[in-house]
Nanobody
């Protein structure tokens, strides 16, 4: 059983910062790429940033220079440092982790339950 749990969301003023965490727990042979996604009311869930197990990072253009994704493989945790937050960053932020349960099984994506980020003006 694999669990993905996000934390660190909250209410912050525009220009402020938040640090989100995504912890992957349970029985797994390997944890691969992990991504942060967000979904604002009335919109589709969209990619924010990804990090590979080899520490390769990618960001959507709208967060480049403001957000930083990182991972602590020893703790199976990925972080999203969000600086210079804007009102348009308001959304529920979700974590998606690619997991191999056994060495011979395929990669399966596990979603967390999401954490709310609200940026006020």
């Amino acid at each position: 059983q694999v669990q993905v749990v996000e934390s660190g969301g909250g209410l912050v003023q525009a220009g402020g910062s938040l640090r989100l965490s995504c912890a992957v727990s349970g029985s797994a042979f390997a944890i691969g790429d992990i991504g942060w996604y967000r979904q604002a009311p009335g919109t589709q869930r969209g990619l924010v940033a990804t990090i590979s197990d080899g520490d390769s990072r990618n960001y959507v253009d709208s967060v480049k220079g403001r957000f930083t994704i990182s991972r602590d493989n020893a703790k199976n945790t990925v972080f999203l440092q969000m600086n210079s937050l804007k009102r348009e960053d308001t959304a529920v932020y979700y974590c998606l982790a690619a997991v191999k349960i056994k060495s011979w099984t395929s990669w399966i994506g596990y979603w967390g339950q999401g954490t709310q980020v609200t940026v006020s003006s």
